[in-house]
């Protein structure tokens, strides 16, 4: 079975596997070597995502006894990579090594340390690593004194933490796509030496001289890794932190207006809120980022309730001198008051022209030719732009929340501008 080795600092911790490779958290285990959990058998069970105390026992204290302390523990794992962090541990000590193996539990041999690691030139950097693991099944985690360890002081306490990473291979002449949360990191490899990395906006994204990728705010950027003639990308879509599911209607309309800058997130772009009620002045300010923020043809404001100072000013000005949206009586824009079905349709509808349609057929039953958004939402059937409710209702009076509304935008720009 494959190893993949990694070095850390302090301590040999040897990782095993049956039936595949993936890592987990570590322990609360004391420096007795007469505890429960210092042989395989009896290895302690541990969870992905939390940090775990233990402590170590001197070495060349037990080794006179013949006893080797040593902390077992095992987790269950899936394919895929996994980072390994190891935090607190004999800081004064520069020549202590951990070193991560990973293999079957039937084949493990304390002596086998040097095998296949995720690129050739892999390094240990702040004390994080990386491990490949190949198929499900259960990681084993070995951890004891390193046996060219020359401390005669204390024991080792230390914390460790295994989680799920993200990892993609990148090749010569190639570009790959992969995603990243903000806030998490991605781990991209280069089939080739030595690579030096790039990021086309770091604002988005950065990544360091190991290729590890950190997702910053939402967006699209390019990595890149060159070394002399070699060169290989990967398009990494940077996620907010609340729309992770492709699965999710909205998933693929977020990153499309997000990518386009019609669409912006909260939380400095690191999350989209897409349960959150979406406003008039919202929606004007997509429509006029999705036809590319034009500057109103004319410095008068119709309204009197927006200000010069409001992030939607041009952009409701623009929708007044389009038809997009009407002036009343009152001159008052509403701008706070939440956009409901009824009439985010027809600011889509007025903004594609109001076109004819033909009405004679009404595939909804909360809907009559006497009300103003009639036409409208017939039109957007015909488009593909919305489908209405399982019931046969339209439901023109519920509120637009956002993923509702990027994902009318994003059938807009697909079945009305042939884009998308």
Known sequence: MKKFVKVMTSFLATVILVGGLSVGTLFAASADPNEPNDTIGKATSVTLGKTYDGEIGNYNKYSK??????????IKVKKGVYKVTMTNYCKTFKDTTLIVSAGSKSDFDDSEFGALSLRDSFRRLNDVDYIQVSAEGTLYIKIWNYTDWKHTGKNFTYKLKIEEASYAVVQNGTTVKANVVCGRELLLAANFNNPTWKSSNTSIATVDELGRVKGKQAGSVTITATNGSYTAKAKVQVLYKDVTKSSDFWYEPTYYLTNKNVVKGYDKQTK??????????????FLWRLNGSPKPSSSKNPFNDIQKDDYFYNAVRWAAEKGIVTVPSNNKFNPQT???????????????????VDTSKNPFTDIQKSDYYFKAVIWASKKKIVAGYDDGTFRPDGKCLRRQ?????YKYDKYVNGKG
Do not use: H
Request: charge should be positive.
């Open 65 to 74: 006894s013949g006893k080797t302390d040593e902390d077992w523990f095992k």
């Open 338 to 356: 939440v956009c409901n079905r009824a009439m985010t349709v027809t600011f889509l509808y007025r903004m594609a022209g109001s076109p004819s």
């Open 272 to 285: 989209f809120k897409p349960a959150n009620d979406c406003s008039r002045a919202q929606m004007i300010t």
């Open 405 to 409: 509304m990027v994902t009318f935008l």
